[in-house]
């Protein structure tokens, strides 16, 4: 499908925590949108989305006639991926879609633009998933290094923020904050631990190997993006008392040497990357620094001593931004580059 300048562009799921993100990128890109159009829940259709300074009233999801939009934008969860987008492909449209329901299918391209952009040319279906959250942060750094050296392993550890679970996990730390520093007992409803001065293993089912979906998805999602299943990787995924941003350490074994000198150069030249590492001050990427940015923070090269060819290093990354939005904009940039 070929696309003018300007497009007709839906967000679906506009009230959520990406939803939310959603427009504030469209808005600071510049996005050329012609005519937008807002949907949730019926639990939202009505309610007033303010966009550029403009009124939006949003659609309920079940009711929308998909008709003139150009590109759909999803984020309202799986199950409403897979009954509504499908139907708004059918009917014209381009869904780029940020839950889990088509990543591993294999007519819908899961693309990172950093990465491999080409993929989304093949899209039988009309549908381009976006990667995992901490799938993307984690591919945007290794990419570049994987090119010069060939990642043959890799091990990462996450600490994920909260915002990752949806707009209501974020007051669900807030309030369990202000119920422990009261005194009183945090009481979790989102999560099934209290989140607020813990942390606990990600909150996502655990398979029966033993890792949880999260941990499966970066393994499988990599493979897929990197185009090469051969990669060994294994995952420990853990949910942090952090707002937004999430952090991943990565140990990773090369088929080459690859010195730390030389990963902070290649990475300092990456796009989508942004190095921060200065050993004499103990500074390297942090949550609270990546919040509300695209690039992917990189930092703490150092050479794994328990590997050959292995090098440890450290990133954090807004997974609201990079880790969904921005990255599903990125995706519907390049569609208007076709
Ligand atoms: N949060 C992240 O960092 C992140 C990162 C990558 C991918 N994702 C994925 O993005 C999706 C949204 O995540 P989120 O964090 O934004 O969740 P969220 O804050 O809970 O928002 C969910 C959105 O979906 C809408 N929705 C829920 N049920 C619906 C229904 N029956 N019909 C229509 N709309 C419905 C909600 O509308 P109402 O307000 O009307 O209920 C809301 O707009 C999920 O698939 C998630 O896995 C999230």
Not at 35 to 62: F, H, P
Not at 133 to 151: D, E, F, G, N, Q
Request: overall charge positive.
């Amino acid at each position: 499908m070929a696309l003018g300048k300007s497009v007709n562009v839906a967000v679906v799921g506009v009230t959520g925590a990406v939803g939310q993100e959603f427009l504030t990128v469209l808005a600071e890109r510049n996005f050329p949108i012609k005519n937008l159009r807002v949907m949730a829940s019926q639990r939202s259709a009505g309610k007033r989305i303010t966009y550029c300074g403009k009124e939006y009233i949003v659609e309920d999801l079940a009711n929308a006639d998909p008709k003139g939009i150009d590109i759909a934008l999803f984020s309202a969860g799986g199950s409403r991926s897979k009954e509504f987008a499908p139907k708004f492909a059918s009917a014209g449209c381009i869904v780029v879609d940020n839950s889990s329901a088509f990543r591993m299918d294999p007519e819908v391209p899961l693309v990172v633009p950093e990465v491999n952009p080409s993929a989304i040319k093949i899209r039988p279906k009309g549908i381009i998933a976006n990667p995992n959250c901490s799938t993307i942060i984690a591919v945007v750094p290794l990419w570049p290094l994987h090119k010069r050296a060939k990642v043959k392993r890799f091990i990462v550890s996450t600490y994920q923020a909260v915002s990752g679970a949806g707009a209501k996990a974020i007051y669900e730390l807030e309030n369990q904050t202000k119920e422990v520093l009261e005194g009183k007992k945090a009481s979790p409803n989102i999560f099934p631990h209290p989140i607020a001065f813990n942390l606990f293993s990600h909150n996502s089912k655990i398979g029966d190997d033993g890792y949880n979906e999260e941990e499966t998805k970066m393994r499988k999602e990599t493979h897929k993006i990197f185009g090469d299943s051969t990669i060994r990787i294994s995952a420990t995924c853990a949910r942090v008392p952090v707002f937004r941003s999430h952090a991943e350490s990565i140990n990773a074994d090369f088929e080459m040497k690859i010195s730390p000198e030389e990963a902070r150069e290649i990475l300092s030249k990456a796009p989508g990357v942004k190095v921060v590492d200065d050993r004499e001050k103990n500074y390297f990427p942090m949550p609270l620094e990546t919040s509300g940015q695209d690039l992917v923070f990189a930092g703490r090269f150092r050479r794994d001593s328990s590997s050959d060819n292995g090098l440890a290093f450290f990133i954090s990354g807004d997974q609201l931004r990079k880790g969904a939005a921005t990255n599903a904009v990125q995706i519907a940039e390049l569609l208007l580059e076709e």
